[in-house]
């Protein structure tokens, strides 16, 4: 079993930073793609990033350019960084992981809130 563990959630105003943080706990040794989804109200679970352990990175078209997407692969943990956030990124993150490649079924954390307002 692994465990996601989500941190850096909170309410930030248009324009700002955040950045979130996801460690993983379990009987694992590596972590082949770790990354982040996001849902707002009303709207289903999109994805936002995701990186491979050989650093394959997939962005959402709507946050290229303003997310950048880390990880430890050591540590198995990823980060988010969310720069010029707008309004539209308000939603709960979620921590995503597959273990292997092919993909099995993947692991969530429990979400963290992000809020952009003024």
């Known amino acids: 079993q692994v465990q996601l563990v989500e941190s850096g959630g909170g309410l930030v105003q248009p324009g700002g930073s955040l950045r979130l943080s996801c460690a993983a706990s379990g009987s694992i040794s590596s972590i082949y793609r770790m990354g982040w989804y996001r849902q707002a109200p009303g709207k289903q679970r999109e994805l936002v990033a995701t990186r491979t352990t050989d650093g394959r990175t997939v962005f959402a078209t709507s946050v290229k350019g303003r997310f950048t997407i880390s990880r430890d692969n050591a540590k198995n943990t990823v980060t988010l960084q969310m720069n010029s956030l707008k309004p539209e990124d308000t939603a709960v993150y979620y921590c995503?992981?597959?273990?292997?490649?092919?993909?099995?079924?993947?692991?969530w954390g429990q979400g963290t809130q992000v809020t952009v307002s003024s």
């Open positions: 995503n992981a597959y273990i292997t490649f092919p993909y099995d079924d993947p692991y």
